[in-house]
Every structure is written in C-alpha cells, then in structure tokens.
C-alpha cells in the first residue's frame, strides 16, 4: 500500500524579506492547504559567491531587490535568530520547519535549531564539505535534490553517506532545475530509475518540481515518490525569479487533496466483485437466457 504523501510547501525567498509575509506563508500553508512542512532558505552570500559574482548586477534586474546581486540576496536573507523564530510559527500551526543550506556556515546555523530535516538544494549538492559536516554533526535527515547532475556525481554522493553510515537518513529528489519547467523537461521516469538503483540504499526517493500545475505530482506520487516538493507562494505576480515556478494557496491545497485522493486509490480490488459494484451487477449485468 502506498504510504501518506509527505507535501512540502518550499516558501523559499518568496517572503521578499519579510517577516510577516514569511508568517502568512506559514500559516496559509498550514491551516489552508493543509502541508506537512514549510520550507525556507538560507545562505551566507559573501561565503557563496565570488567577489566578482556578488558586485555583479543581477541577471534580471526587474526582480532585483538590490543594486547588485549581492545587495539582492542579502536583501532576502533572515538571520539565524530569525529562522528560529519562522520555526517556531512553524511549531505553533503544526507544520514541520526546514530550511535548504547553500553553504557550510549556514548548514551549521541551522543545524543548530536542530529542524526535523534539512535540505541540500541541487546547486550545492558537490559541496563535499558541507555534506560531510552535516553527516558528523547533524543527526537528522538529510534531503538532497538531483537537478544539474551527472550520474557520477550522484553514485559519489550517494557513497559518501553510505561511508558515513548516514544513507538511511538521506532521502533523494528528483528534480530538473529550472524556473519554471516546460513539461518535456520535467522526466519523470527518472523516478523509476532512483527507485530501482537507489530505493534499498537509501530512506526514501521524493520529486522537487519546477513546473506548471498539479497533474504532473500526481504521477510523480504514482510513480513512487513519497515525498512532494513545490515552489510556494501567495501571488505568482509578486517581484522575484521564484514566484513564477510556484503555486498559489488554492493550487496548493488543491494538490495535497488530490495526492490524498490517490493514495486511497492506489489499491487492489479486495473482492472480485466490491459492494459498491454488487447492487450495479443485480441491476445491469446481462444474464444468458
């Protein structure tokens, strides 16, 4: 039988540095759409980018909350004392708290609240470093998403947790990276191909999905991914690179609702004939003279 989907709402950056929009988003997520976790993110700019990368102008200056990249990035960024307050809320409406870590420095921040989970995003996935440290220090699980992969990287990874005895704590994601993904993109059936190389080794395969809609995370459910990840946010207009990729509340609620639809679904007929189809065959069933 097909276990609960595990729904995580990725709020991300789409706080615009606010506090109490961070608020609503938690609180929305929780009592509306009904998620089983909020997730933000953390990252210590001067740490994770070059020089030359943080003085650059953003890529997309429309989005831009700064005069550089940098001064964008930092514009969104919560302190530590802030994320424990954002966990906090998260403890308040039920829902469990994480965040994904770009760098060392901020895997050990919010190592430090000691969150159920923590998330290694696919850009940094090859930060050894920081895998390493939180395999030695951090004794929760560890979710990790594939996009911008080689298979290589993937095994190497893989066998890192396995060395450190940490790959029952280590669950993998399936993910393209892109923002937003047009549906060819999206490959599903890499899924499968986890599942089948990875499921034994590891707690278990999950999808981050980037793309437009709900349908697609049905499949991915069906195909065996416990856990479902999507981009999050209150208004897809708002300014930001990520609001275009996520879904709004009522999508969202939308989609924790049908997850759980189908999980009912995802059954073996336990009779030949059920109840609900005996009344049905009395009364239509043709019968040979």
Known sequence: MYQKPIVIAEAGCNHMGEMEVAKQLIQIAAVYCKVDAVKFQ??????????????????????????????HREYLEFTLEQHAQLKKWCEEYGVIYSTSVWDLTSAQEIASLQPEFIKIPSACNNNYEMLQWLCDHYQGEIQLSFGMTTRQEEKEIVRLFEKNRRAKDLVLFNCTSGYPVPYKDVCLLEITRMRKEYGNRVKAIGFSGHHLGIGVD???????ADLIERHYTLDRSWKGTDHAASLEP?????LVGELHHTQQALTYKEEEVL???????????????
């Open 218 to 224: 049905i499949a991915a459910y069906t195909l065996g």
């Open 275 to 289: 109840p609900i189809e005996q009344v049905q065959r009395e009364k239509l069933k043709y019968r040979p003279r």
């Open 250 to 254: 009522e999508d969202l609620r939308k």
């Open 42 to 71: 953390k990252r210590n700019n001067r740490e994770l980018l070059t020089p030359e990368q943080y003085n650059a102008p953003h890529p997309n200056p429309v989005n831009s909350y700064g005069a550089t990249y940098g001064e």
